[in-house]
């Protein structure tokens, strides 16, 4: 029986206290995830199309979405991103297009990671593992940074940008953290990859897709970065120097020395 493999295959528990829901249209491909997950610890809901993939999200509030790109209603994109528009829970696309244009938009609307159809259960339960364990990691070991107009709260996973919290992605909050704990250091995109994503093999187009939403959230000009700047042919680097406080509104005098507020000759 599936739900004996399932013992089998999943010796630990890795998804212990997790709320995961998961969205497919196919009965048989729900029962097999579910069993799988549920055998990993998670509290598994499921749906079979958007309405009700959006509904239970907003009373569940999972902590990790498994989300089939071609689903009954509106497609997994716009799924992702309506659910992107209220909350940072983690996303995992499925998708029978293996085409890096197909990847690159999920990614656009806020996706987190994607899995091939036909996958292996257990490979399921792994990315799931792995995405949370990431975020769990970050949050546990490392403190809080201020950066000039950056400040990371690791307990809280925000990250506010003059002292306004920033709407991310899972997947964005760890790849701006892992660039704020690295001021002026390149950081190659396979490297990246490896560190922030935990992929050993990987589109490290998925890199810059996620550069560069970050870049619209940060820059004043995203099209001219001064942050997250890239070093040509080789990765990106988190530049100090773009987060100094911004220069006074032209027109306005700086405000006054304190010599001058003493009336100092």
């Given at each position: 029986?599936?739900?004996?493999?399932?013992?089998d295959?999943?010796?630990?528990?890795?998804?212990?206290?997790?709320?995961?829901?998961?969205?497919?249209?196919?009965?048989?491909?729900?029962?097999?995830?579910?069993?799988?997950?549920?055998?990993?610890?998670?509290?598994?809901?499921?749906?079979?199309?958007?309405?009700?993939?959006?509904?239970?999200?907003?009373?569940?509030?999972p902590d990790?979405?498994?989300?089939?790109?071609?689903?009954p209603?509106?497609?997994?994109?716009?799924?992702?991103?309506?659910?992107?528009?209220?909350?940072?829970?983690?996303?995992?696309?499925?998708?029978?297009?293996?085409?890096?244009e197909?990847?690159?938009?999920?990614?656009?609307?806020?996706?987190?990671?994607?899995?091939?159809?036909?996958?292996?259960?257990?490979?399921?339960?792994?990315?799931?593992?792995?995405?949370?364990?990431?975020?769990?990691?970050?949050?546990?070991?490392?403190?809080?940074?201020?950066?000039?107009?950056?400040?990371?709260?690791?307990?809280?996973?925000?990250?506010?940008?003059?002292?306004?919290?920033?709407?991310?992605?899972?997947?964005?909050?760890?790849?701006?953290?892992?660039?704020?704990?690295?001021?002026?250091?390149t950081?190659?995109?396979?490297?990246?990859?490896?560190?922030?994503?935990?992929?050993?093999?990987?589109?490290?187009?998925?890199?810059?897709?996620?550069?560069?939403?970050?870049?619209?959230?940060?820059?004043r000009?995203?099209?001219?970065?001064?942050?997250?700047?890239?070093?040509?042919?080789?990765?990106?680097?988190?530049?100090?120097?773009?987060?100094?406080?911004?220069?006074?509104?032209?027109?306005?005098?700086?405000?006054?020395?304190?010599?001058?507020?003493?009336?100092?000759?």
């Amino acid at each position: 029986m599936a739900s004996d493999r399932a013992a089998d295959a999943v010796r630990a528990r890795p998804l212990d206290g997790r709320r995961v829901l998961v969205v497919d249209d196919d009965p048989t491909l729900l029962e097999i995830a579910a069993t799988y997950l549920s055998a990993a610890g998670a509290t598994v809901a499921t749906a079979p199309d958007s309405v009700r993939a959006l509904h239970a999200a907003q009373e569940g509030e999972p902590d990790l979405v498994v989300l089939d790109r071609m689903i009954p209603g509106v497609d997994g994109l716009e799924v992702a991103r309506r659910l992107r528009g209220r909350s940072s829970v983690p996303i995992i696309m499925l998708t029978a297009l293996g085409e890096a244009e197909h990847r690159i938009e999920g990614l656009e609307a806020g996706v987190d990671d994607y899995l091939a159809k036909p996958f292996s259960p257990r490979e399921l339960v792994l990315r799931a593992e792995a995405l949370l364990r990431r975020s769990i990691a970050q949050q546990d070991v490392d403190g809080d940074v201020t950066l000039g107009r950056l400040h990371l709260d690791a307990a809280a996973r925000t990250i506010s940008l003059d002292g306004a919290p920033l709407t991310l992605t899972a997947r964005e909050h760890d790849l701006l953290a892992h660039l704020v704990r690295r001021p002026g250091r390149t950081l190659r995109r396979d490297e990246l990859l490896g560190e922030v994503w935990g992929w050993t093999i990987g589109d490290v187009s998925t890199i810059t897709v996620h550069v560069r939403r970050l870049r619209e959230k940060i820059e004043r000009d995203p099209s001219h970065p001064r942050i997250i700047t890239t070093v040509w042919g080789v990765g990106y680097r988190l530049d100090p120097a773009g987060l100094d406080p911004a220069p006074a509104p032209a027109g306005l005098d700086p405000a006054p020395a304190e010599s001058e507020k003493r009336g100092a000759p």
